[in-house]
Protein backbone atom coordinates (compact mmCIF):
# COMPACT_ATOMS: atom_id res chain seq x y z
CA UNK A 1 0.00 0.00 0.00
CA UNK A 2 0.99 3.46 -0.69
CA UNK A 3 1.19 5.71 2.09
CA UNK A 4 1.37 9.71 1.73
CA UNK A 5 1.45 12.09 4.04
CA UNK A 6 0.71 15.93 4.38
CA UNK A 7 0.06 17.58 1.27
CA UNK A 8 0.94 14.75 -1.18
CA UNK A 9 -2.46 13.00 -0.11
CA UNK A 10 -4.88 15.87 -1.16
CA UNK A 11 -2.14 16.58 -4.38
CA UNK A 12 -3.29 12.57 -4.92
CA UNK A 13 -7.36 13.10 -4.68
CA UNK A 14 -6.60 16.09 -7.25
CA UNK A 15 -4.44 14.00 -9.33
CA UNK A 16 -7.51 11.04 -9.47
CA UNK A 17 -10.35 13.45 -10.19
CA UNK A 18 -8.15 14.58 -13.30
CA UNK A 19 -7.71 10.72 -14.36
CA UNK A 20 -11.54 10.35 -13.87
CA UNK A 21 -11.93 13.28 -16.47
CA UNK A 22 -8.73 11.91 -18.82
CA UNK A 23 -10.82 8.53 -18.63
CA UNK A 24 -14.34 9.59 -19.66
CA UNK A 25 -15.51 7.88 -23.26
CA UNK A 26 -12.36 6.77 -23.55
CA UNK A 27 -12.31 2.78 -24.89
CA UNK A 28 -10.38 0.33 -22.82
CA UNK A 29 -7.70 -0.30 -25.08
CA UNK A 30 -7.18 3.54 -24.90
CA UNK A 31 -7.06 3.14 -21.07
CA UNK A 32 -4.45 1.07 -21.31
CA UNK A 33 -2.11 2.59 -22.81
CA UNK A 34 -2.30 6.04 -20.34
CA UNK A 35 -1.44 3.41 -18.17
CA UNK A 36 1.53 2.39 -20.12
CA UNK A 37 2.78 5.42 -20.81
CA UNK A 38 2.34 6.49 -17.45
CA UNK A 39 4.42 3.10 -16.20
CA UNK A 40 7.04 4.44 -18.81
CA UNK A 41 7.20 7.49 -17.36
CA UNK A 42 7.43 6.37 -13.96
CA UNK A 43 10.70 4.44 -14.92
CA UNK A 44 11.87 8.01 -15.94
CA UNK A 45 11.29 9.80 -12.57
CA UNK A 46 12.31 6.87 -10.61
CA UNK A 47 15.54 6.63 -12.47
CA UNK A 48 16.37 10.16 -11.59
CA UNK A 49 16.77 12.45 -8.34
CA UNK A 50 17.12 15.62 -9.75
CA UNK A 51 14.01 14.98 -12.21
CA UNK A 52 12.11 14.49 -8.82
CA UNK A 53 13.39 17.34 -7.16
CA UNK A 54 13.00 19.35 -10.05
CA UNK A 55 9.26 18.21 -10.42
CA UNK A 56 8.49 18.78 -6.99
CA UNK A 57 10.44 22.68 -6.23
CA UNK A 58 7.79 24.67 -4.70
CA UNK A 59 9.57 27.20 -5.95
CA UNK A 60 9.28 26.71 -9.58
CA UNK A 61 6.47 28.04 -11.06
CA UNK A 62 3.75 25.07 -12.98
CA UNK A 63 4.47 26.57 -16.52
CA UNK A 64 8.06 25.54 -16.23
CA UNK A 65 7.69 22.07 -14.62
CA UNK A 66 5.02 21.29 -17.56
CA UNK A 67 7.42 22.52 -19.71
CA UNK A 68 10.21 20.16 -18.35
CA UNK A 69 7.83 17.63 -18.60
CA UNK A 70 6.71 17.81 -22.33
CA UNK A 71 10.27 18.36 -23.09
CA UNK A 72 11.45 14.95 -21.40
CA UNK A 73 8.84 12.87 -22.68
CA UNK A 74 6.32 14.56 -25.86
CA UNK A 75 7.90 12.23 -27.64
CA UNK A 76 7.91 9.26 -26.06
CA UNK A 77 4.08 9.63 -24.92
CA UNK A 78 0.68 10.08 -25.94
CA UNK A 79 -1.36 13.65 -24.80
CA UNK A 80 -3.14 11.83 -22.23
CA UNK A 81 -0.61 10.76 -20.12
CA UNK A 82 1.85 13.62 -21.04
CA UNK A 83 -1.63 16.12 -19.80
CA UNK A 84 -1.53 14.17 -16.31
CA UNK A 85 2.16 14.22 -15.66
CA UNK A 86 1.99 18.02 -16.02
CA UNK A 87 -1.08 18.23 -13.76
CA UNK A 88 1.01 16.04 -11.13
CA UNK A 89 4.21 18.46 -11.73
CA UNK A 90 2.02 21.77 -10.89
CA UNK A 91 0.80 19.64 -7.31
CA UNK A 92 2.32 20.30 -3.90
CA UNK A 93 4.23 16.92 -2.73
CA UNK A 94 5.70 16.46 0.90
CA UNK A 95 8.53 15.21 -0.71
CA UNK A 96 10.02 14.48 -3.71
CA UNK A 97 9.32 10.79 -3.83
CA UNK A 98 5.80 11.67 -3.40
CA UNK A 99 4.93 12.16 -7.07
CA UNK A 100 6.36 8.54 -8.18
CA UNK A 101 4.08 6.82 -5.53
CA UNK A 102 1.24 8.87 -7.10
CA UNK A 103 1.96 8.50 -10.51
CA UNK A 104 2.06 4.73 -9.85
CA UNK A 105 -1.36 4.75 -7.98
CA UNK A 106 -2.63 6.54 -11.33
CA UNK A 107 -0.97 4.16 -13.41
CA UNK A 108 -2.77 1.23 -12.19
CA UNK A 109 -5.88 2.76 -11.72
CA UNK A 110 -5.56 3.49 -15.56
CA UNK A 111 -5.67 -0.47 -16.15
CA UNK A 112 -7.97 -0.69 -13.79
CA UNK A 113 -10.33 1.67 -15.84
CA UNK A 114 -9.48 -0.65 -19.04
CA UNK A 115 -10.49 -3.95 -16.96
CA UNK A 116 -14.05 -2.07 -15.89
CA UNK A 117 -14.32 -0.75 -19.27
CA UNK A 118 -13.98 -4.71 -21.06
CA UNK A 119 -16.36 -5.84 -17.85
CA UNK A 120 -13.48 -7.89 -16.27
CA UNK A 121 -12.13 -5.44 -13.27
CA UNK A 122 -13.77 -7.80 -10.72
CA UNK A 123 -11.37 -10.95 -12.10
CA UNK A 124 -8.31 -8.59 -12.37
CA UNK A 125 -8.71 -8.36 -8.65
CA UNK A 126 -9.18 -11.96 -8.09
CA UNK A 127 -6.06 -12.90 -10.48
CA UNK A 128 -3.94 -9.90 -8.47
CA UNK A 129 -4.77 -11.69 -5.36
CA UNK A 130 -3.70 -15.56 -6.72
CA UNK A 131 -0.32 -13.67 -7.81
CA UNK A 132 0.44 -12.39 -4.68
CA UNK A 133 -0.66 -15.39 -3.01
CA UNK A 134 1.24 -17.34 -5.33
CA UNK A 135 4.30 -15.27 -4.42
CA UNK A 136 4.04 -16.08 -0.92
CA UNK A 137 3.49 -19.98 -1.41
CA UNK A 138 6.56 -20.05 -4.05
CA UNK A 139 9.71 -18.92 -2.45
CA UNK A 140 11.61 -19.96 -6.06
CA UNK A 141 9.38 -17.49 -8.13
CA UNK A 142 9.38 -14.73 -5.79
CA UNK A 143 13.28 -15.23 -5.56
CA UNK A 144 14.03 -15.50 -9.76
CA UNK A 145 11.41 -12.20 -10.08
CA UNK A 146 13.73 -10.54 -7.66
CA UNK A 147 16.62 -11.54 -9.27
CA UNK A 148 17.80 -7.79 -10.89
CA UNK A 149 21.16 -9.95 -12.55
CA UNK A 150 18.29 -11.57 -14.66
CA UNK A 151 16.97 -9.52 -18.09
CA UNK A 152 13.54 -8.33 -17.90
CA UNK A 153 12.66 -10.58 -21.27
CA UNK A 154 14.15 -13.42 -18.87
CA UNK A 155 11.28 -12.26 -16.62
CA UNK A 156 8.57 -11.70 -18.60
CA UNK A 157 9.77 -15.67 -20.43
CA UNK A 158 9.17 -17.04 -16.81
CA UNK A 159 5.60 -15.34 -16.08
CA UNK A 160 4.76 -16.47 -19.85
CA UNK A 161 5.21 -20.08 -19.43
CA UNK A 162 3.80 -19.80 -15.77
CA UNK A 163 0.93 -17.37 -16.83
CA UNK A 164 0.58 -17.31 -20.24
CA UNK A 165 -3.27 -17.62 -21.69
CA UNK A 166 -4.67 -17.81 -18.00
CA UNK A 167 -5.20 -14.12 -16.73
CA UNK A 168 -6.73 -11.13 -18.79
CA UNK A 169 -4.59 -8.63 -20.31
CA UNK A 170 -5.01 -6.32 -17.96
CA UNK A 171 -3.85 -8.59 -15.22
CA UNK A 172 -1.11 -9.43 -17.25
CA UNK A 173 -0.18 -6.10 -18.15
CA UNK A 174 0.13 -5.13 -14.15
CA UNK A 175 2.08 -8.34 -13.17
CA UNK A 176 4.91 -6.98 -16.26
CA UNK A 177 5.04 -3.59 -14.88
CA UNK A 178 4.97 -5.02 -11.24
CA UNK A 179 7.87 -6.85 -12.25
CA UNK A 180 9.74 -4.74 -14.63
CA UNK A 181 9.13 -1.44 -12.27
CA UNK A 182 9.17 -2.25 -8.90
CA UNK A 183 11.19 0.15 -7.97
CA UNK A 184 13.20 0.45 -4.94
CA UNK A 185 11.02 -2.17 -2.77
CA UNK A 186 10.55 -5.91 -3.15
CA UNK A 187 7.91 -7.74 -5.25
CA UNK A 188 5.44 -8.70 -2.32
CA UNK A 189 5.38 -4.53 -1.50
CA UNK A 190 4.89 -3.91 -5.20
CA UNK A 191 2.23 -6.39 -5.31
CA UNK A 192 0.76 -5.09 -2.29
CA UNK A 193 0.69 -1.02 -3.73
CA UNK A 194 -1.11 -2.46 -6.71
CA UNK A 195 -3.65 -4.37 -4.95
CA UNK A 196 -4.72 -1.31 -3.14
CA UNK A 197 -4.60 0.82 -6.46
CA UNK A 198 -7.10 -1.44 -8.30
CA UNK A 199 -9.75 -1.75 -5.19
CA UNK A 200 -9.52 1.92 -4.99
CA UNK A 201 -10.63 2.11 -8.38
CA UNK A 202 -12.63 -0.71 -7.89
CA UNK A 203 -14.78 1.38 -5.21
CA UNK A 204 -14.94 4.45 -7.13
CA UNK A 205 -16.87 2.77 -9.94
CA UNK A 206 -19.30 0.35 -7.38
CA UNK A 207 -21.61 2.42 -5.14
CA UNK A 208 -23.77 1.15 -2.82
CA UNK A 209 -27.36 1.89 -2.79
CA UNK A 210 -29.68 1.93 0.59
CA UNK A 211 -32.92 2.13 0.02
CA UNK A 212 -36.00 1.49 2.17
CA UNK A 213 -37.57 -0.04 -0.91
CA UNK A 214 -36.42 -1.76 -4.50
CA UNK A 215 -35.68 0.10 -7.18
CA UNK A 216 -37.39 -0.57 -10.93
CA UNK A 217 -35.08 -1.81 -13.59
CA UNK A 218 -35.73 1.84 -15.26
CA UNK A 219 -34.73 4.21 -12.04
CA UNK A 220 -31.53 1.60 -11.15
CA UNK A 221 -30.24 2.44 -14.97
CA UNK A 222 -31.60 5.99 -14.38
CA UNK A 223 -29.21 5.86 -11.39
CA UNK A 224 -26.25 4.27 -12.97
CA UNK A 225 -26.29 6.60 -15.81
CA UNK A 226 -26.36 9.14 -14.08
CA UNK A 227 -23.19 8.47 -11.73
CA UNK A 228 -21.75 7.17 -15.11
CA UNK A 229 -22.04 10.25 -16.58
CA UNK A 230 -20.34 11.66 -13.06
CA UNK A 231 -17.31 9.71 -13.13
CA UNK A 232 -16.91 9.09 -17.03
CA UNK A 233 -16.72 5.32 -16.09
CA UNK A 234 -19.56 2.46 -16.20
CA UNK A 235 -20.46 2.57 -12.52
CA UNK A 236 -22.33 -0.77 -11.24
CA UNK A 237 -24.80 -0.97 -8.38
CA UNK A 238 -25.08 -2.94 -5.46
CA UNK A 239 -28.53 -2.30 -4.07
CA UNK A 240 -29.27 -2.85 -0.14
CA UNK A 241 -32.44 -2.77 1.13
CA UNK A 242 -32.83 -1.12 4.36
CA UNK A 243 -35.89 -0.27 6.07
CA UNK A 244 -34.90 1.56 8.57
CA UNK A 245 -33.64 4.90 5.91
CA UNK A 246 -37.45 5.37 5.94
CA UNK A 247 -37.31 7.11 2.28
CA UNK A 248 -35.46 8.31 -0.19
CA UNK A 249 -31.69 6.45 -0.50
CA UNK A 250 -28.09 6.79 0.34
CA UNK A 251 -25.29 6.28 -2.48
CA UNK A 252 -21.54 5.59 -1.44
CA UNK A 253 -18.97 5.61 -4.18
CA UNK A 254 -15.17 5.94 -3.51
CA UNK A 255 -15.16 8.68 -0.96
CA UNK A 256 -18.37 10.41 -1.89
CA UNK A 257 -21.03 9.79 0.43
CA UNK A 258 -24.77 11.11 -0.84
CA UNK A 259 -27.76 10.36 1.44
CA UNK A 260 -31.15 11.80 1.08
CA UNK A 261 -32.60 9.52 3.38
CA UNK A 262 -35.49 10.55 5.19
CA UNK A 263 -33.60 8.94 8.57
CA UNK A 264 -30.40 11.27 7.51
CA UNK A 265 -32.77 14.40 7.49
CA UNK A 266 -34.54 13.89 10.33
CA UNK A 267 -30.55 13.40 12.05
CA UNK A 268 -29.84 16.54 10.90
CA UNK A 269 -33.10 18.72 12.10
CA UNK A 270 -32.32 16.71 15.53
CA UNK A 271 -28.70 17.92 15.53
CA UNK A 272 -29.79 21.48 14.36
CA UNK A 273 -32.11 21.55 17.59
CA UNK A 274 -29.89 21.01 20.35
CA UNK A 275 -27.02 23.40 18.73
Given amino acids: MIILGGSSRQSLATLRIELDST ?31 ALTDSARDGASKAELVSDLFKSSLGAPALA ?80 GGKFSSSTSALISHCVEARRVRSIDKTIAAYTHAVTARRNRVNAHIKSSIALSDGQAKKLADSLTKQIGQPVHLNIEIDPSVLGGISIRFGDEVIDGTISNRLAEASRALVS
Avoid: H, M, Y
Wanted: aromatic share 4%; hydrophobic share 45%; no cysteine.
Fill in 84 to 163: LLGKASSLRWSSPSGIGDAVEQIAVEAEASAANLSDSLDRVQSEIFLFSKLLVESPDLRIALSDRSQSPAAKQALLKSIF
Fill in 23 to 53: LKGVSADQASAIANDLFAALVGIDSSTGLRR
